[in-house]
């Protein structure tokens, strides 16, 4: 009877700590940074980069957030949140999973 008490313990206490680590996973992330196209990417975050970036996302190229500070890029999973901000430095709230981001809202700084 003990021992089965402790493998229950023991098994409680892995499921909260694995509960506990995806409970992070899909929270809302805020980020600033520049808005900019995945060929010039960190290159371009900065008010000259307008004019390039909205002239590569007219070719074709994704539109990507680099971040202020690190400069980290980070693709978008929904390009059309982004239209109308190319070039522009922004405040950005979504979902950040790895190297890429979901956008809910877009702000300007």
């Not at 694995?18 to 290159?43: E, P, Q, R, Y």
């Not at 390039?52 to 539109?63: I, L, P």
């Not at 957030?65 to 890029?73: A, E, F």
């Amino acid at each position: 009877m003990r021992k089965v008490l402790l493998i229950c313990l023991a098994l409680s206490f892995v499921f909260a700590l694995s509960a506990m680590a995806f409970d992070d996973m899909g929270k809302s992330t805020t980020v600033n940074g520049w808005i900019t196209d995945a060929k010039c990417g960190a290159k371009g975050a900065n008010a000259a980069g307008e004019a390039c970036t909205k002239k590569c996302v007219a070719a074709g190229e994704k539109m990507v957030i680099v971040t202020d500070g690190d400069s980290k890029v980070l693709a978008v999973d929904n390009q059309d949140a982004l239209k109308g901000h190319e070039g522009h430095h922004v405040t950005v709230t979504g979902t950040v999973e790895k190297d890429s981001m979901h956008v809910a809202s877009v702000k300007m700084m």
